[in-house]
């Protein structure tokens, strides 16, 4: 098995820590989150996500060629990248308002935090059919969506609470 698929797929080894090694990677993708965020914006933390989920099908599919499952709990590049895009929002929304580079609004960072271990557990719907696809695109393709959705939660909160709340 090749070291570099192995360690994009743990995460640099974040996908060993137990238990729940998901919740282990999701917490620290929140601090690179803000990192990146910080460092280059919402452009940054777009490029960054998007390279995580190329790099993480890619390391996923080499890694667990030929295994009936290949959704294995070290497997956590998935929560990085889905956690990263469930930020979007946030991101978009203080990159755009011209907001400080490193301000942490923490009630928006741990919601989406939140709403992302939420949908990523519960999988509902069309994450819980890409959740039973059998092949590495599945595994990272049910994160995605759970961060997707996650955004989708974050941006109605910020909608709602800067919007109608204070109005």
Not at 33 to 52: E, I, N, R
Request: cysteine-free; hydrophobic content about 60%; proline content about 7%.
């Amino acid at each position: 098995m090749s070291g570099l698929a192995r360690a994009i797929a743990t995460a640099g080894g974040i996908g060993r820590l137990r238990p729940a090694p998901g919740t282990w990677a999701s917490a620290a993708a929140l601090p690179a989150g803000w990192g990146l965020h910080g460092l280059g914006g919402f452009p940054l933390l777009a490029a960054a996500t998007l390279a995580a989920a190329l790099a993480g099908l890619w390391a996923v599919a080499r890694l667990t060629a030929g295994e009936p499952d290949p959704d294995r709990p070290e497997i956590v590049i998935d929560e990085v990248a889905g956690q990263w895009l469930a930020l979007w929002p946030l991101s978009a929304g203080l990159w755009h308002a011209g907001a400080a580079a490193w301000l942490f609004p923490w009630p928006g960072w741990v919601g989406a935090f939140l709403a992302f271990r939420l949908f990523d557990i519960w999988k509902p719907w069309i994450i819980g059919r890409a959740d039973r696809r059998a092949d590495a695109l599945g595994v990272m393709l049910d994160d995605l969506l759970a961060g997707l959705a996650a955004a989708a939660v974050v941006a109605a909160a910020a909608a709602l609470a800067h919007g109608v709340l204070m109005s």
